[in-house]
């Protein structure tokens, strides 16, 4: 099994729409971070927790929130979804240093 | 904004060729790390060199760091097709009480059988 799942994987939802993002790790890491990949652009960072009680935004918070439920899970919300949060989310984990990440979901705003 | 700058965007070269990427990047950092990713895959982590380090290997990977002129290089060698893919690199700091962990915009690897 996966270290780091995402749940979904693809999702086409509509502008103002609330969505969710999950995931999940089994890697006993207590950093979990959130990103979006847009074409030409890299990954930016969303929203990062070094522990359960910890959350911290990013470079591009804006728009979104996230909730750290266990050391285990961390999910991302967009309150009200807009097009041009259609991008590839990534979900990572990390102890320290290097970062483990989840396959990824498809969003797409319409 | 972007810290990490790679050079170059892409990059086509012939099996058993070495490719080199760079890295550049603006502020102090802990470490830096490099990424590969296959297209709309998840990253995976390929080796991390820490600030006071130089230079690293492992296997066909060799990463330099010049925290002088802030870059880093990637050199694989003796590509192999299944080497294509995107390589990103990452820095690790923490700045003002926040902290950082930047991408770059990566590199487009493809190497022709």
């Known amino acids: 099994d996966a270290d780091v799942t995402q749940t979904p994987r693809n999702r086409i939802t509509k502008t103002g729409k609330r969505i969710m993002l999950e995931c999940s790790q089994t890697k006993g890491h207590d950093r979990m971070y959130w990103y979006r990949q847009d074409p030409g652009l890299g990954l930016r960072l969303i929203y990062y927790?070094?522990?359960?009680?910890?959350?911290n935004k990013g470079e591009i918070s804006d728009g979104y929130s996230v909730s750290r439920q266990a050391q285990a899970k961390f999910s991302l919300s967009l309150e009200s979804a807009i097009p041009n949060q259609t991008a590839l989310y990534f979900c990572?984990?990390?102890?320290?240093?290097?970062?483990?990440f989840g396959p990824g979901t498809r969003l797409t705003v319409t | 904004s972007q810290q990490g700058e790679e050079d170059p965007q892409a990059l086509s070269i012939q099996e058993g060729e070495n490719a080199t990427m760079n890295c550049s990047y603006k502020?102090?950092?802990?470490?830096l790390q490099w990424y590969r990713q296959n297209s709309g895959r998840g990253l995976v982590h390929l080796i991390l060199i820490r600030s006071n380090e130089r230079e690293k290997h492992s296997g066909r990977l060799r990463v330099t760091l010049d925290t002088s002129k802030k870059s880093s290089s990637l050199l694989i060698t003796a590509s192999r097709a299944a080497d294509t893919a995107s390589y990103f690199c990452a820095t690790d700091a923490w700045g003002s009480g926040t902290y950082k962990y930047i991408f770059g915009t990566g590199t487009r690897l493809k190497v022709l059988a």
């Open positions: 990572a984990t990390s102890q320290r240093g290097e970062q483990y």
């Open positions: 502020t102090s950092i802990n470490n």
């Open positions: 927790s070094f522990d359960v009680k910890d959350i």
